[in-house]
């Protein structure tokens, strides 16, 4: 159990659930865009939540049911059940409510992804707390100019922009550098590699860097 909200109780969702995405928006047991978790096979039942395109998803029955996959409920996935059907007794429940309202960042352990726990000290400092979203990994190669973000940041430090024209100015991705500052590339155009994540519920994804080097001076001798 999560949290309890009026008489009902958000909780893991168990292993069997019953989870089905439409079978067009899925190339190679990915997603194709961004697509609707549900709890049957049609727009009818009631919805888990989306998930993005380039999500990998476990198959386990093809599409034979008016175009729908059932899939294996992802690990993170959660539900909702009546207060009437879980028993949980005074001290659990007060325990429940009381770590509520502590729960501020979400742990997710940075070897497997899976959910680790909630920061309850507001002054501590996780070595890593964005939810990446499971086989959604990709290699990239993109151009374009590094720019820091706001003091403060940790994990991601600095954002890669794409510029069109002299006010055209886009974001494409945040970025994070494990061993070395992006402060000398500041403003330069460039060209890296990396490893693309997805976050989720982030709008654009995170590249984990492996190179980078003037836009310039993209040629294998030099990467």
Not at 73 to 80: C, E, F, G, H, T
Not at 85 to 90: A, K, M, R, S
């Amino acid at each position: 159990i999560f949290r309890k909200v009026d008489d009902w109780y958000e909780i893991a969702a168990p292993p069997d659930s019953s989870v089905w995405v439409a079978g067009h928006l899925m190339t190679n047991s990915r997603t194709g865009r961004e697509v609707n978790l549900r709890a049957g096979p049609g727009n009818e039942y009631n919805e888990y939540r989306t998930e993005p395109a380039g999500v990998e998803l476990e198959i386990i029955k093809g599409e034979n049911h008016k175009g729908w996959f059932k899939i294996k409920p992802p690990a993170d996935l959660k539900a909702w059940v009546s207060s009437r059907f879980v028993i949980v007794n005074d001290y659990e429940l007060k325990e429940l409510q009381a770590s509520e309202l502590k729960r501020d960042l979400v742990l997710i352990d940075q070897e497997t992804g899976d959910f680790a726990g909630f920061l309850k000290d507001k002054d501590a400092k996780p070595a890593f707390i964005l939810p990446f979203i499971k086989g959604a990994d990709q290699e990239v190669s993109l151009k374009g100019q590094i720019v820091p973000l706001k003091s403060g940041a940790v994990y991601v430090t600095h954002a890669l922009i794409g510029i069109s024209g002299r006010a055209d100015i886009s974001t494409i991705a945040y970025l994070h550098c494990k061993n070395a500052s992006l402060d000398i590339w500041r403003e330069k155009p460039v060209y890296i590699t990396g490893t693309q994540k997805l976050v989720r519920g982030w709008k654009l994804p995170v590249i984990e860097i492996k190179t980078v080097v003037p836009e310039n001076q993209n040629t294998e001798k030099d990467k």
